[in-house]
């Protein structure tokens, strides 16, 4: 029998990326979202992909008691756990609906992991637990910074969960995943990263200007102490990064993991600047972008790398993506939903 994985979260863009990849690597998928920020086409882009008819069921993690009956419905031994709010802003205007949704839906899923008997789990976290890092590139060492926003402090107070959930429970194996910055789409443009009104992140802002959606791209400064004085940041494809999620299950499944508890930074190893970045744009999609240098953004960090030698030689895995066939891929999938 082929071994099962939940994906909460599992209509997302990282989710549904990751769906297709665990099927392609020859896991059975249940995909859960509650669908906050996501809707039934990203699950029925990732059944066309497939060609599997994944169930997918509409589920609220923070419903202990609906959770419990998709828990009592399959059998799976392993979970992702990737539904969570993600609007850095947001959180700092209501921190209560990021602290009740990120940490109870968490754990609720560490609960019933514990009751019914399963076994492995991986957390989405964020390089957003290094802030400003004190040292470049940031390996898993590197210490945590303060959190800057609610957002991030959920990020590093379930990390310390599952931490602790997993040293004390016999039979719960965790690992954190710390995303750098995700960008691009499947190269097949049936699935993507789709925000809901203004975009906070870079490449859906490029993206949405490319195609008339945005007037102009504000560039949030070009005074840091960086080469070109705009911030640096280690983008990778989302197709790279649901590849590592299956490394990291396989790890789990197969008993290869070294600790309960496990970190891996899930980057490419390079900085890209953001004038970098839309110079890339532009050039390989042959268009020009309006963008305009406007003041920093309040609590941004200057550069931020990750150092991914763990995650190469302990997960034997590797972002292989260009930027530019991520940029592409990215472009491919907003004209898609723009109809353009
Ligand atoms: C942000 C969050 C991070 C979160 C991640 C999720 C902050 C401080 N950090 O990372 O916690 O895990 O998103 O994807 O919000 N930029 C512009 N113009 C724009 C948008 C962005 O110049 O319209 C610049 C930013 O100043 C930054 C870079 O682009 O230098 C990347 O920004 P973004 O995509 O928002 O990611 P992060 O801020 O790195």
């Known amino acids: 029998m082929k071994e099962q994985v939940l994906v909460s979260g599992g209509a997302g863009y990282i989710g549904s990326h990751t769906a297709v990849a665990l099927i392609e690597a020859g896991y059975d998928v249940v995909i859960i979202d509650n669908f906050s920020n996501s809707d039934m086409g990203a699950v029925e882009g990732v059944r066309k992909i497939t060609g599997v008819e994944v169930p997918f069921e509409q589920v609220d993690c923070c419903d202990k008691e609906a959770l419990r009956a998709v828990f009592k419905k399959y059998p799976f031994k392993s979970v992702i756990h990737f539904a969570a709010y993600k609007a850095v802003g947001e959180s700092v205007a209501d921190p209560l609906k990021y602290y009740s949704n990120n940490l109870n839906s968490f754990v609720n899923i560490l609960e019933l992991m514990k009751e019914e008997g399963r076994n492995n789990v ?10 400003e890092p004190v040292e470049l590139p940031v390996t898993e060492q590197t210490p945590r910074q303060p959190a800057t926003s609610p957002y991030g402090n959920t990020k590093q107070m379930c990390e310390d969960i599952l931490r602790d959930t997993a040293a004390a429970y016999e039979g719960i194996k965790g ?4 995303y750098f910055n995700p960008i691009g789409a499947h190269p097949s443009a049936l699935i993507g990263e789709l925000p809901r009104g203004v975009p906070n992140n870079l490449v859906p802002f490029i993206t949405q200007t490319a195609a008339g959606v945005r007037e102009c791209l504000s560039i949030f400064g070009d005074d840091y102490n960086t080469p070109d004085g705009t911030c640096i940041r280690d983008y990778i494809d989302v197709v790279d990064l649901a590849g590592a999620h299956v490394a990291a299950i396989a790890r789990l499944v197969e ?3 070294k600790e309960s508890y496990e970190i891996f930074n899930v ?4 900085g890209t600047s953001v004038m970098e970045l839309v110079t890339a744009f532009e ?4 268009l020009k972008l309006n963008y305009k240098i406007v003041g920093r953004r309040s609590g941004d960090v200057e550069s931020v790398w990750a150092d991914t030698a763990l995650a190469n030689d302990e997960l034997g895995w590797k972002a292989v993506r260009s930027t530019d066939e991520t940029l592409q891929s990215a472009w491919a999938w907003e004209k898609k939903v723009r109809g353009l």
């Open 267 to 270: 980057g490419t190893g390079n």
């Open 122 to 131: 991986l957390f989405s976290s964020s390089a957003t637990v290094y802030g």
């Open 255 to 257: 008993g290869k993991n």
């Open 283 to 286: 050039r390989v999609n042959e």
């Open 175 to 178: 690992i954190a995943l710390r």
